[in-house]
C-alpha cells in the first residue's frame, strides 16, 4: 500500500513538472497571450477638453474639408484639417505600419505621424501632442482591410513615438464618450444639421468645379471664384447664430419654455432644423455663391471626353498623390471629369440596410409560418419589418430632398444622385448585391448603368493595389464589357508608386474616348445643317450662353457637353429664325420670350 501511494505521489509531481515546463516554453514562444483580441481602451476625449484639445482630421477634398472645419468651429470646437497626403506621407506609413495594408492606411497615417512630428519641430512637447491633439477618423467592420485600419493607425502611431495618441472613431461611444457620461464630441442638433449641410455643400460645389473648370473661358477663373466662394460659406457656418426658443419666443412665452425642459427642447429641435434648412441667412449665403460662380465665362462648344471616376471611396475623392493626381492629369489632357458624390455612398448604405433587413426576415421574424387566420401574430410579423422600412425609407427620402435642394440654389445643373434600385439591378446579373466589402455591387453598377444610359464616355475606376472588394468587382468587369462592346473600362491600381505607368495606361484609353466624343459632336451639329461659325455667331450675341449656371436641357443618347450645347443653340436660332418670320406677317403677334 505503502509503495502505491509514493507512486501516485510521484507521478502527480511529474504532472506538475510537466505542466510548469509547458507554461515555460509558451511563454518563451509567446502563446501565453489571451485568445482573443481585445481593442485598447483610448483615453477619453472629455467635455471638459473642448477648450484645449485640437481635432484633426482629412481624407476629403479640400472643399469639404473646410466646410467641416467650419461646422466644428463654428460648434465650439478647435479644428484642424490635416496637409493633402503626399508620396513622402505614403514612405512614412509603410516605415512605421505592417506590411501588405491598403495605401488609404499609408497615406493617412503617415500624414497624421508627419504632422505630429512637425508639431514636435515647432516646439511642441509629445506629452503636449498627446493631451492636445485627436484624431478624427471613419470606423468599419468587415471582410475587407478597412476593418484594421483603426489598429493599423494605433499600430503606426505607437512605433513613430506617440503611443497613446487618442484615435477617433465615428461609431466609437467609448473613445468619444467619457467615463462620466459627458461627451466631448457632442451630437447635437446644430452639428448634425451643420454637417449634413457641409457634406452635400462639398458633394455639389466639387461636381460644379469639374463642370465648369474645362470650359472656363479666363484660365484659373475657377478655382479663384470658388476658392472666395467656399470662403463666404465655411464664414457663414462658423458664425451662423443657433436657433434657442427662449430668444425668439414672445415675451409672454419665454417663461414656459424656460420652465418645461422637454418644451423648450422640442421647440428648439425644430426650430434648428428650420434654421439650417431654410433659414434667411443660410439661402442668402447659398445665392450670394451661386451668384459669383455665374460670373465665370465658358465656352461650351470644346470638344471634350467625359470620363465618371468609379472605384473605390478614398481613392476616387482625394485630390493628391493618393491617386495620382488623376483628376489633374485628365483634365490636363483634355478631358472633362464627372467625379463621385459622398451622398451616393450614403445612400448605399441605406438602401443596403433594407435590402438585408427583407432577406433576414424570414429568419429574424417572432412568428414562423402562422395560420391564416392567426392574424395577431400575421400583424406582428408584417410591423415588425416594415416599422424598419418605414424608418430607413425617411431617411434615404430626406437625405435625396436635401441633396437635390442643395443642388437648386447652387445653380441646379449639379448631377442627381442615380436611383439605387436601378444600380442594382443592372449590377446583379453580374454581381450580387448581398456581396459585402468597399462599394460592394457599386462599381459594376455604375459601369452599366453610365454606359446604358450614354452619360460618359469613358468610366475610370480608382482603387488602392491588392483591394480586395474592387479586386472582386474587377474580375466581374470582363464578363461586363464583353456585353457592353462599346463600353470603355479602365480599372487602375493606385499605390505610392508607378504614376508614370498610371498616366500612360490612361492616355490611351483616353484615345479612344476622345475619338468617340468626337464622332459624336460631328454627327450632332452635321444634324443641325449649320456650321460652327454659325453657332458661335449666336453665341456671341447671346452672352447669357456663356454663363456656367445657363441650364441646358439634357438629351437621351448624348454624353458631351459641346454635342448637348450645339443642338440647343441650333434648337434656339430655329426659334428665334421662326418668331422672325412671323414678326414679318401683319398682324401676327409674337409671345414673350425669356431668352432661356
Known amino acids: 500500500m505503502a509503495t502505491n501511494f509514493v507512486q501516485i505521489e510521484n507521478d502527480s509531481d511529474i504532472k506538475k513538472r510537466l505542466e510548469a515546463e509547458r507554461a515555460r516554453l509558451r511563454k518563451i514562444a509567446g502563446l501565453d497571450q489571451p485568445t482573443h483580441f481585445h481593442r485598447p481602451v483610448e483615453r477619453a476625449f472629455t467635455a471638459d477638453e473642448r477648450g484645449r484639445v485640437t481635432i484633426l482630421f482629412g481624407g476629403f477634398t479640400w472643399k469639404h474639408e473646410d466646410l467641416i472645419r467650419a461646422v466644428f468651429q463654428g460648434c465650439g470646437y478647435r479644428c484642424e484639417k490635416l496637409p493633402v497626403p503626399d508620396v513622402a506621407a505614403f514612405q512614412t506609413g509603410k516605415e512605421f505600419g505592417n506590411n501588405g495594408q491598403c495605401n488609404p492606411t499609408y497615406f493617412t497615417v503617415g500624414n497624421l505621424v508627419q504632422y505630429l512630428q512637425f508639431l514636435e519641430k515647432e516646439g511642441l512637447s509629445r506629452r503636449q501632442i498627446l493631451d492636445n491633439f485627436v484624431f478624427f477618423t471613419a470606423g468599419s467592420c468587415g471582410p475587407c482591410r478597412f476593418g484594421m485600419y483603426e489598429a493599423e493607425y494605433r499600430f503606426a502611431l505607437k512605433n513613430a513615438g506617440f503611443d497613446g495618441f487618442r484615435v477617433l472613431l465615428f461609431k466609437d461611444s467609448d473613445g468619444i464618450k467619457a467615463a462620466s457620461g459627458e461627451p466631448g464630441l457632442k451630437f447635437t442638433v446644430d452639428f448634425g444639421f451643420g454637417m449634413l449641410n457641409a457634406m452635400h455643400l462639398g458633394d455639389v460645389i466639387n ?76 439661402l442668402n449665403a447659398l445665392h450670394s455663391a451661386r451668384e459669383k460662380m ?64 427583407r432577406a433576414k426576415w424570414p429568419v429574424n421574424r417572432p412568428y414562423r409560418n402562422p395560420e391564416w387566420y392567426e392574424l395577431k401574430k400575421q400583424f406582428a410579423n408584417y410591423i415588425g419589418l416594415h416599422k424598419k422600412l418605414w424608418g430607413i425609407g425617411a431617411g434615404e427620402r430626406m437625405w435625396n430632398y436635401f441633396y437635390h435642394r442643395t443642388i437648386k440654389h447652387l445653380g441646379g445643373i449639379t448631377h442627381q444622385l442615380v436611383p439605387q434600385t436601378e444600380l442594382a439591378e443592372m449590377a446583379h446579373p453580374f454581381y450580387n448585391q448581398f456581396a459585402r466589402g468597399g462599394e460592394g455591387h457599386l462599381e459594376v453598377g455604375k459601369n452599366v448603368y453610365y454606359t446604358v444610359h450614354k452619360l460618359c464616355h469613358m468610366v475610370l475606376a480608382l482603387k488602392p493595389f491588392g483591394c480586395m472588394p474592387s479586386s472582386q468587382s474587377d474580375g466581374v468587369q470582363s464578363a461586363v464589357i464583353n456585353k457592353f462592346k462599346d463600353m470603355i473600362f479602365l480599372p487602375i491600381e493606385t499605390s505610392g508608386e508607378g504614376e508614370v505607368n498610371a498616366h500612360s495606361r490612361v492616355q490611351m484609353a483616353l484615345g479612344e474616348a476622345k475619338v468617340k466624343a468626337k464622332a459624336e459632336f460631328e454627327q450632332c451639329l452635321k444634324s443641325t445643317g449649320r456650321s460652327m461659325k454659325e453657332i458661335r455667331d449666336y453665341i456671341e450675341d447671346h452672352p447669357e450662353l456663356k454663363r456656367p449656371f445657363y441650364h441646358v436641357p439634357h438629351r437621351e443618347e448624348i454624353a458631351g457637353t459641346a454635342a448637348q450645347f450645339v443642338l440647343h443653340v441650333s434648337d434656339r436660332i430655329e426659334k428665334d429664325t421662326r418668331l422672325w418670320k412671323r414678326a414679318r406677317i401683319p398682324g401676327s403677334r409674337i409671345p414673350a420670350t425669356s431668352g432661356d
Open 207 to 282: 461636381d460644379l468645379i469639374y463642370q465648369i473648370r474645362p470650359f472656363e473661358v479666363n484660365k484659373g477663373d475657377t478655382d479663384r471664384v470658388f476658392r472666395e466662394m467656399v470662403d463666404g460659406l465655411c464664414e457663414d457656418l462658423r458664425n451662423r447664430r443657433s436657433f434657442e426658443i427662449e430668444e425668439r419666443a414672445p415675451e409672454w412665452a419665454k417663461p414656459k419654455f424656460e420652465s418645461s425642459k422637454i418644451l423648450r427642447n422640442t421647440f428648439n429641435v425644430f426650430g434648428k432644423w428650420h434654421e439650417h434648412m431654410w433659414g434667411k441667412d443660410y
Open 294 to 357: 455665374n460670373l465665370i465665362e465658358v465656352d461650351r462648344t470644346r470638344v471634350k471626353p467625359l470620363v465618371k471616376i468609379t472605384g473605390e471611396f478614398w481613392a476616387q475623392i482625394t485630390e493628391g498623390d493618393g491617386n495620382f493626381h488623376m483628376f489633374d492629369f485628365l483634365e490636363g489632357e483634355g478631358a472633362q471629369v464627372m467625379v463621385e458624390p459622398i451622398a451616393t455612398w450614403v445612400a448605399y448604405l441605406m438602401y443596403q440596410a433594407k435590402a438585408h433587413a
